[in-house]
């Protein structure tokens, strides 16, 4: 059983660019959410895809978006780029959209903004 | 909104203690309750999931509690290692499988 995956471990970008983040779904998990983990802080919820829908999104603004693919994998973008950007970016998946399932994480993306 | 508090935020202590790390939160209509761990820089690994109907979960050397109403869990690490130093998240399921973290609690277990 193949775990979560993300891509790439590590990026470095200047403020006002654009990025792309990816994260592959465990086997079996059509549900996938991303956070942003601050340096010292615990992960914050940005939002949640079922089955290539959006299905729940905390308070990051519109500039955060994502997508779902039909294999359940997931991608991230986060347009103009700010410093407070800078953080560790973590996909988590779970099976069926079921709020009493486990989420298994990844090992995250360490992004920068210079 | 719930809101999810570790406390302490930093522990140290010698090897081979038997240690209580605790978590409370304060919305009690919850889903579960996950316990993760984190080393530095790295992903989360899941410790341990306590659905809402349950009381505790035990996995080798760790037993977590959950106290739904009084909005509490603790986290019991026996005999502790050098190797369990690490940062130890809690997190609840409110709704729509949103998890929402505590800060941690840094652990350091000193040979």
């Known amino acids: 059983e193949t775990g979560v995956t993300q891509s790439p471990t590590h990026l470095i970008k200047t403020r006002g660019q654009q990025v792309t983040l990816r994260c592959s779904s465990q086997s079996g998990h059509n549900t996938v959410s991303w956070y942003q983990q601050a340096l010292g802080q615990g992960p914050q919820f940005i939002f949640q895809?079922?089955?290539?829908?959006?299905?729940g999104r905390g308070n990051f603004p519109p500039r955060f978006s994502g997508l779902q693919f039909p294999n359940y994998s997931s991608e991230l973008n986060v347009n103009a780029l700010e410093l407070d950007d800078s953080a560790l970016y973590l996909c988590a998946s779970s099976s069926e959209g079921n709020s009493y399932n486990e989420q298994f994480f990844g090992p995250g993306t360490r992004l920068t903004v210079l | 909104k719930q809101e999810v508090t570790q406390i302490p935020a930093a522990l140290s202590v010698p090897e081979g203690e038997n240690l209580v790390l605790n978590c409370s939160f304060t919305?009690?209509?919850?889903?579960?309750l996950q316990w993760f761990r984190q080393d530095p820089g790295k992903g989360l690994t899941s410790l341990l999931l306590i659905q809402s109907s349950q009381r505790e979960q035990t996995s080798g050397r760790l037993n977590a509690s959950l106290d739904k109403s009084s909005g509490r869990s603790t986290l019991y690490i026996a005999a502790s290692q050098p190797g369990d130093s690490a940062t130890y998240l809690c997190a609840v399921v409110g709704g729509a499988q949103k998890l929402v973290f505590g800060q941690g609690t840094r652990l350091t277990i000193n040979p």
């Open positions: 919305d009690s209509a919850i889903y579960n």
């Open positions: 895809y079922y089955r290539e829908e959006e299905n």
